[in-house]
């Protein structure tokens, strides 16, 4: 009985299966006891508005893991891209005013990121404390230049820049959830399939592998750094820019949920292994909950009960299956349900294991 | 049944490997390292004086010393980690600028080195241990997954001579036992072509059965015409396959003799005294 070849094992590689299961098994859930909300197209609908930015935001956040680190960082940047992306639509005249925004909150994450990365990987800063000072500091700059007032900036959906990003394709689909799919698609290749990505699992792996084989470790995790910046001013223009108002304590409680939604979708915490795909629908889970609980009936205080029990659900999941433990204990059940027959002496492999 | 399958050739090429030798007649190929009053200084703590060491090609160099005799550091000199204080290193004959040196140059000039753990990135599929730090890519560093993963099945099949076993390129390292392991890491070595391969304790944690593994490895690296500085505590292990023993203490080398010069029990013996403190009175 070879366990790579039972169906478990082999359902368990298909990336990210388990949450699209979880994911699918949750509207099914919802259109049973709330049929009238979640038949109709319009929930999901704003699904696709209301996930995106945080989604975005957990898509990064996933790389970092992977490489064994942790930024606690981006709801800072979230508010800090989002005050300047507003500031410089307010304040700066002529039609490339949103443009200009855009270009120096993106600049303005990635400057973040850079500094977050070089306190970690040159001063030796564990991330954990580095990026909680840069999301304290941060926030407190930003309500500081903000003078902790909010910002109105309503004529920005009159701009080809919000239609570019937040605008309805077809007067339907939210272009943030196009934007979000791409971006999904874009890091699940640099993940698996480029040398970048390579770089982070075997750093995440074992940091001492990385450095003898050649990784710039320091360098490596930099870039990583900066990136998740960038992808973190990217998730606060989304969300101010469909929100068409900037408040200084935005993104703010975002970081429970993002990281909820990474390690729902089986992205290692000990770092290694991540999964795109798994983050992607993990956060449309997430998402999805308050509403879909809500719809239900109940009070929505059963809300973070039952995002609780659904997290331990996904992750119990992927640790059977990351650990290929679901392989033996189907094997195992088969055996109970099946007669007794002789063991298998095919299987090589398993007197080496004896012999380890 | 790895060990059976890999015999043969290695019976076949051992005269071949001679031959070229003799061909080559009164040039001399260069030695595979040479060190040159090499001297490492931590602030002012010498963790190596004065270390002169030469392999030839196609020699295997057990490297013996109890902790604290510098070897680690010697490693980490040899593989570009960290530059020495002072002195000069030649890899196969070339000098090398060690302001310049790093892993990535190490490798670039065939040297190679297997970790006792840190050769492979656990949680990964074999193929990218393979190839990682030297991956086969498509413009705007892209890997070529497919071609990586053939070559990969080649080097096991091949070289390492994993056949039958229930690994394959897709398998995690976690799947491997410790000796098909510092296999999978010695065959990407020779796959890379390294001309020296440095074997930083590759048995230590590992039962008998998996040492042995190990030390055929070690054989196909000798019988393929490469050189190999073989590091480890365990006197049987490193008396088998050496062809000369380098023996360091407290940073300096203290013995260097051929195989045919000492017997297992010598060396055994040498190495117990001089762990007593009583080199005065023991000589090689």
Avoid at chain 1, 228 to 236: C, D, E, H, L, R
Wanted: with cysteine; net charge positive.
């Amino acid at each position: 009985m070879n366990p790579r070849r039972s169906l478990f094992s082999i359902l368990g590689r298909i990336e990210g299966l388990p949450v699209v299961g979880v994911l699918l098994l949750l509207y099914a859930a919802f259109i049973v006891t709330a049929p009238t909300v979640f038949t109709h197209p319009l929930i999901y609908m704003s699904f696709l508005q209301t996930v995106p930015p945080w989604l975005v935001l957990g898509l990064g956040l996933t790389l970092v893991i992977t490489a064994g680190e942790i930024d606690l960082s981006f709801p800072a940047i979230v508010a800090l891209s989002g005050f300047i992306f507003a500031y410089v639509f307010k304040h700066v005249p002529g039609p490339w005013a949103p443009w200009l925004g855009i270009i120096l909150a993106l600049a303005a994450g990635a400057l973040v990121g850079w500094v977050n990365g070089l306190l970690v990987a040159k001063v030796g800063v564990p991330s954990i404390m580095a990026t909680l000072a840069a999301q304290f500091f941060w926030y407190g700059i930003t309500i500081l230049i903000a003078n902790g007032l909010q910002l109105d900036i309503a004529a920005v959906e009159k701009t080809a820049a919000h239609q570019l990003l937040t605008g309805r394709i077809f007067g339907v689909i939210p272009a943030q959830a196009v934007w979000a799919a791409g971006l999904a698609v874009l890091l699940w290749f640099i993940l698996n399939r480029h040398t970048f990505g390579e770089a982070i699992m075997f750093i995440g792996d074992n940091a001492n592998v990385a450095r003898v084989m050649g990784i710039d470790v320091e360098a490596t995790k930099i870039r990583l750094f900066t990136l998740m910046g960038i992808i973190a001013a990217f998730g606060g223009l989304l969300l101010t820019i469909e929100i068409n108002v900037f408040f200084p304590n935005q993104g703010q409680g975002f970081l429970l949920w993002t990281m909820a939604a990474v390690f729902i979708g089986g992205t290692l915490i000990s770092g290694g292994r991540g999964s795109i795909v798994g983050t992607f629908f993990g956060a449309y889970i997430i998402g999805s909950l308050q509403a879909g609980v809500v719809a239900t009936g109940v009070t929505s205080y059963w809300v973070q009960s039952v995002m609780g029990v659904i997290i331990i659900a996904a992750v119990v999941i992927n640790v059977l299956i990351g650990d290929g433990r679901i392989g033996p204990a189907s094997a195992r059940i088969r055996k109970w349900i099946l007669p007794a027959r002789t063991p298998s002496v095919a299987d090589g492999k398993m007197d080496d294991a004896e012999g380890n | 049944m790895t060990k059976k399958r890999s015999d043969p050739p290695n019976k076949v090429r051992v005269p071949e490997a001679g031959r070229s030798e003799a061909r080559r007649g009164t040039v001399s190929p260069p030695n595979a390292l040479e060190m040159i009053h090499v001297e490492k200084y931590f602030g002012l703590v010498c963790a190596l004086k004065d270390i002169n060491l030469t392999v030839g090609k196609n020699e295997i160099v057990g490297l013996i010393g109890d902790n604290g005799a510098g070897k680690s550091t010697m490693v980490k000199i040899l593989t570009g980690v960290f530059p020495p204080t002072s002195g000069e290193l030649n890899i196969a004959g070339q000098k090398v600028n060690l302001g310049a040196y790093n892993v990535k140059r190490a490798h670039a000039l065939g040297l190679e080195t297997v970790y006792q753990d840190k050769s492979l990135g656990e949680k990964q599929p074999l193929w990218r241990n393979f190839f990682i730090g030297r991956e086969i890519c498509y413009p705007l560093g892209f890997i070529n997954v497919r071609k990586e993963k053939e070559i990969a099945n080649e080097i096991m099949v091949k070289t390492i001579g994993f056949r039958g076993v229930g690994i394959t390129v897709d398998s995690n390292v976690t799947k491997l036992s410790g000796g098909e392991r510092q296999g999978v890491a010695i065959g990407r070595a020779m796959h890379f072509e390294a001309e020296l391969i440095i074997l930083d304790e590759p048995t230590v944690a590992l039962s008998l059965k998996e040492v042995r593994k190990v030390l055929n490895f070690v054989h196909k690296i000798k019988s393929a015409g490469k050189a190999c500085i073989y590091i480890s505590h365990n006197l049987a292990d490193v008396y088998e396959i050496s062809d000369r023993f380098v023996i360091m203490d407290r940073g300096k080398i203290v013995a260097d003799k051929p195989k045919r010069e000492i017997s297992l029990k010598a060396l055994d013996d040498f190495m117990l005294e001089y762990a007593h403190g009583r080199m005065d009175e023991v000589s090689l």
